[in-house]
């Protein structure tokens, strides 16, 4: 039987998002800037810059681990090209390889999350807003995003296998799907507030008025803020409704096309609103975030996956 038509748009798609997984994680893995970040916060006798190097070490040390995922799963798509596929407990066992390495990868910014918190008694002199906005938008999320994602990818990974029914690894999919949508809205957001208030003592906010003054910041906070909430509110509604499902194809996959279109599509608004309308006069914590140290930009390319999704729910 031939191969059906509406597999190569998903298989080219699936290529795509590894080529880009790879090369985002490579750029970042063998990008060095980083080094000797903490100096610039006082040297080794400051607090701030011993937390940065613990974080930057520790980070570093997960995005090998990364990298480790990326190079599989793009080795992964090459060799089911050139074989023209790949047997189940061969797939099986590179998908947990990717799982376990992506959640090592997040495991990583743990200490971006726990360190801030232990040292928080040096802070007793902050002003309280400074202090809270540094724990609800900076901490906080940092300490969700390294844990919630790790444990939902280590199960994940336990509930993957040719020889158990795929009715658990599909919840677990989607609750993991989900999780991390919960924390791109919970991490983004925090970069708005910081953008806008400041991160108490390293830099100053921006203001309200760095909203007001330019429209299409407006639109990204609330795309971030609202729209990436809302989506996670639906990937929640979504997951509940599908997780007695007992095979892919019982799926509403057209379902799953729109939340990773409108997902990726979030990631690629960003990107595209400092390509063109960015300035000198525009530059902030949220563009040299999202720019310069946001590790998951390579989600841009997603939509690929989503649309034969949309298109046809037998793309299974």
Known sequence: MSTPRFNKPLKT????????????????????????EWERFG??????????????????????FRFIASLTALAGIILYFAKKGLSSQTTMKMLRVILICEAIYWLGLLASGVLPLIYLRDFVHTPLIPLLTSIF???IPALVESTAIPIALFILAVKLSPNKPAKSAIKWGLITGTVYIFVFWLVNTGMWIITIYGLYPIERGKGLEYLTSYPE???????????????????AYFTKKSRGA???????????????????LWFLWNYLTWMFFGKPELWSSWYAWFLGHNMDLWILS???VGLPLLFDRKAS
């Open 137 to 139: 938008a900076a901490d």
């Open 43 to 64: 040297g080794g006798g400051s607090i701030f810059s011993t937390v940065i190097f613990v974080e930057d070490i520790s980070a570093s040390i997960g995005l090998i």
């Open 217 to 235: 910041n407006i639109v990204s906070f609330a795309l971030t803020t609202f729209g990436l909430l809302a989506l996670t509110i639906y990937a």
């Open 302 to 304: 997603i939509p690929l």
């Open 13 to 36: 798609g699936l290529l795509i998002v590894a080529i880009a997984y790879f090369l985002f994680t490579f750029h970042a893995m063998f990008t060095l800037d980083w080094l000797g």
């Open 246 to 264: 007992e095979t892919l194809d019982a799926l509403n996959l057209r379902t799953a096309g729109a939340i990773i279109i409108a997902l990726g």
